[in-house]
Protein backbone atom coordinates (compact mmCIF):
# COMPACT_ATOMS: atom_id res chain seq x y z
CA UNK A 1 0.00 0.00 0.00
CA UNK A 2 1.17 3.35 -0.67
CA UNK A 3 0.85 6.09 1.53
CA UNK A 4 -0.56 8.20 -0.52
CA UNK A 5 -3.99 6.07 -0.73
CA UNK A 6 -3.98 5.78 3.10
CA UNK A 7 -6.17 8.85 4.00
CA UNK A 8 -8.54 7.36 1.48
CA UNK A 9 -8.79 4.05 2.46
CA UNK A 10 -8.80 5.06 6.15
CA UNK A 11 -11.83 7.54 5.77
CA UNK A 12 -14.00 4.44 4.64
CA UNK A 13 -13.86 3.70 8.30
CA UNK A 14 -14.93 7.10 9.82
CA UNK A 15 -18.04 7.47 11.81
CA UNK A 16 -19.47 10.73 10.53
CA UNK A 17 -21.60 13.24 13.18
CA UNK A 18 -23.32 16.38 13.19
CA UNK A 19 -21.16 19.29 14.63
CA UNK A 20 -20.76 18.98 18.15
CA UNK A 21 -20.81 21.88 20.97
CA UNK A 22 -20.05 24.00 17.18
CA UNK A 23 -17.22 21.96 16.26
CA UNK A 24 -16.22 20.47 13.54
CA UNK A 25 -16.79 17.29 14.59
CA UNK A 26 -14.61 14.94 11.77
CA UNK A 27 -11.27 17.25 13.78
CA UNK A 28 -12.59 16.82 17.50
CA UNK A 29 -13.16 13.11 16.47
CA UNK A 30 -9.10 12.97 15.24
CA UNK A 31 -8.17 14.93 18.37
CA UNK A 32 -9.98 12.88 21.08
CA UNK A 33 -8.82 9.89 19.12
CA UNK A 34 -4.82 11.00 19.33
CA UNK A 35 -5.60 11.71 23.39
CA UNK A 36 -6.82 8.01 23.60
CA UNK A 37 -4.74 6.53 21.53
CA UNK A 38 -1.32 7.93 23.00
CA UNK A 39 -2.74 7.16 26.54
CA UNK A 40 -2.94 3.18 25.48
CA UNK A 41 0.75 3.51 24.65
CA UNK A 42 1.57 5.61 27.83
CA UNK A 43 -0.45 2.59 29.01
CA UNK A 44 1.84 0.06 27.39
CA UNK A 45 4.50 1.39 29.16
CA UNK A 46 3.07 1.66 32.35
CA UNK A 47 2.57 -2.39 32.04
CA UNK A 48 6.43 -2.90 31.09
CA UNK A 49 7.99 -0.43 33.50
CA UNK A 50 5.76 -1.09 36.67
CA UNK A 51 4.20 -4.54 36.13
CA UNK A 52 7.24 -6.23 34.36
CA UNK A 53 5.13 -7.04 31.41
CA UNK A 54 7.25 -7.75 28.08
CA UNK A 55 7.04 -4.80 25.97
CA UNK A 56 4.45 -5.66 23.27
CA UNK A 57 5.80 -4.12 20.28
CA UNK A 58 2.75 -5.58 17.87
CA UNK A 59 0.25 -3.61 20.47
CA UNK A 60 2.29 -0.88 20.18
CA UNK A 61 2.60 -0.73 16.45
CA UNK A 62 -1.20 -1.45 16.30
CA UNK A 63 -1.54 2.01 18.44
CA UNK A 64 0.43 4.10 16.11
CA UNK A 65 -1.62 2.78 12.92
CA UNK A 66 -4.79 3.95 15.23
CA UNK A 67 -2.83 7.30 15.73
CA UNK A 68 -1.98 7.19 12.10
CA UNK A 69 -5.82 6.56 11.35
CA UNK A 70 -7.09 9.50 13.47
CA UNK A 71 -4.10 11.13 11.59
CA UNK A 72 -5.34 11.10 8.50
CA UNK A 73 -8.57 12.16 9.26
CA UNK A 74 -7.08 15.51 10.85
CA UNK A 75 -5.07 15.48 7.51
CA UNK A 76 -8.25 15.18 5.70
CA UNK A 77 -9.92 17.61 7.09
CA UNK A 78 -7.12 20.20 7.27
CA UNK A 79 -6.46 19.90 3.41
CA UNK A 80 -2.79 18.17 5.11
CA UNK A 81 -0.83 15.40 2.58
CA UNK A 82 -0.52 12.49 4.98
CA UNK A 83 2.21 10.89 3.26
CA UNK A 84 4.13 14.47 2.28
CA UNK A 85 3.72 14.95 6.45
CA UNK A 86 5.89 11.44 7.11
CA UNK A 87 8.23 12.69 4.42
CA UNK A 88 9.01 15.75 6.49
CA UNK A 89 9.10 14.29 9.84
CA UNK A 90 11.59 11.56 8.76
CA UNK A 91 13.53 14.32 7.40
CA UNK A 92 13.20 16.34 10.13
CA UNK A 93 14.59 12.81 12.53
CA UNK A 94 17.76 12.75 10.44
CA UNK A 95 18.81 16.51 11.11
CA UNK A 96 17.83 16.13 14.55
CA UNK A 97 19.91 12.82 14.98
CA UNK A 98 18.24 12.55 19.24
CA UNK A 99 17.71 9.00 20.46
CA UNK A 100 15.42 9.32 23.54
CA UNK A 101 13.46 6.66 25.13
CA UNK A 102 10.13 5.38 24.14
CA UNK A 103 9.16 6.31 27.78
CA UNK A 104 9.83 9.86 26.86
CA UNK A 105 8.41 10.31 23.25
CA UNK A 106 5.10 8.36 24.60
CA UNK A 107 5.30 11.28 26.98
CA UNK A 108 5.48 13.88 25.05
CA UNK A 109 2.91 12.41 22.61
CA UNK A 110 0.09 12.20 25.47
CA UNK A 111 1.08 16.12 26.30
CA UNK A 112 0.95 17.37 22.66
CA UNK A 113 -2.15 15.34 21.86
CA UNK A 114 -3.92 16.56 25.13
CA UNK A 115 -2.82 20.25 24.26
CA UNK A 116 -4.32 20.12 20.68
CA UNK A 117 -7.47 19.10 22.11
CA UNK A 118 -7.77 21.86 24.87
CA UNK A 119 -6.69 24.70 22.49
CA UNK A 120 -8.94 23.25 19.59
CA UNK A 121 -11.55 23.69 22.50
CA UNK A 122 -11.29 26.72 23.37
CA UNK A 123 -10.54 28.65 20.24
CA UNK A 124 -11.96 26.36 17.35
CA UNK A 125 -8.62 25.33 15.96
CA UNK A 126 -6.08 22.72 16.77
CA UNK A 127 -2.76 24.20 17.92
CA UNK A 128 -0.15 21.89 16.73
CA UNK A 129 -0.57 19.54 14.05
CA UNK A 130 3.31 18.93 12.25
CA UNK A 131 4.99 17.71 15.88
CA UNK A 132 2.69 14.69 15.87
CA UNK A 133 4.25 12.97 13.14
CA UNK A 134 8.00 14.30 14.08
CA UNK A 135 6.99 12.11 17.77
CA UNK A 136 5.19 9.16 16.13
CA UNK A 137 8.24 8.73 13.08
CA UNK A 138 10.30 8.48 16.45
CA UNK A 139 8.37 5.73 18.01
CA UNK A 140 8.11 4.42 14.15
CA UNK A 141 12.08 4.23 14.45
CA UNK A 142 12.23 3.67 18.46
CA UNK A 143 10.03 0.43 17.32
CA UNK A 144 11.67 -1.16 14.35
CA UNK A 145 8.38 -0.03 12.45
CA UNK A 146 7.82 0.86 9.16
CA UNK A 147 4.96 4.02 8.12
CA UNK A 148 3.84 1.41 5.58
CA UNK A 149 3.96 -1.67 6.97
CA UNK A 150 2.07 0.14 9.90
CA UNK A 151 -0.87 1.75 7.60
CA UNK A 152 -0.91 -1.24 5.39
CA UNK A 153 -1.83 -3.51 8.60
CA UNK A 154 -4.19 -0.85 10.59
CA UNK A 155 -6.10 -0.68 7.28
CA UNK A 156 -5.99 -4.53 7.02
CA UNK A 157 -7.83 -4.69 10.71
CA UNK A 158 -9.85 -2.33 10.12
CA UNK A 159 -11.45 -4.01 7.18
CA UNK A 160 -11.83 -7.54 8.71
CA UNK A 161 -13.49 -5.43 11.38
CA UNK A 162 -16.34 -3.22 9.54
CA UNK A 163 -15.61 -4.46 6.01
CA UNK A 164 -16.57 -1.33 3.44
CA UNK A 165 -17.79 1.11 6.39
CA UNK A 166 -18.35 1.78 9.92
CA UNK A 167 -20.60 -0.03 11.81
CA UNK A 168 -20.80 0.99 15.71
CA UNK A 169 -22.32 -2.52 16.45
CA UNK A 170 -18.71 -3.98 14.55
CA UNK A 171 -16.57 -1.59 16.72
CA UNK A 172 -17.81 -2.78 20.36
CA UNK A 173 -18.06 -6.01 19.44
CA UNK A 174 -14.63 -7.09 18.08
CA UNK A 175 -12.93 -10.00 16.76
CA UNK A 176 -9.72 -9.24 18.89
CA UNK A 177 -7.75 -12.71 17.74
CA UNK A 178 -8.22 -11.94 14.26
CA UNK A 179 -7.02 -8.33 14.83
CA UNK A 180 -4.31 -9.62 16.32
CA UNK A 181 -3.14 -12.23 13.75
CA UNK A 182 -3.34 -9.80 10.79
CA UNK A 183 -1.14 -7.03 13.36
CA UNK A 184 1.38 -10.27 14.14
CA UNK A 185 1.13 -10.78 10.27
CA UNK A 186 -0.65 -14.30 10.47
CA UNK A 187 -3.64 -13.36 8.39
Known amino acids: MKLSDYVELACVTESI ?8 SR ?7 LCTES ?23 EEIGD ?16 AVQIEKAI ?12 LSVCAELNAVCAGNLVTYTSSGQPHVIKPLFSLIDELV ?11 EKNISKLK ?15 DLET ?4 LEGNI
Open 91 to 102: EFKVIKQEKRSL
Open 17 to 24: VDPIEGLE
Open 179 to 182: EREI
Open 39 to 61: GELLDAMKKHLYYGKDLDTVNML
Open 27 to 33: MLHGLIG
Open 67 to 82: LCWYLAIICDVSGLDF
Open 160 to 174: ARYGDKFDAHKALNR
Open 141 to 151: AGLDGMWEEIC
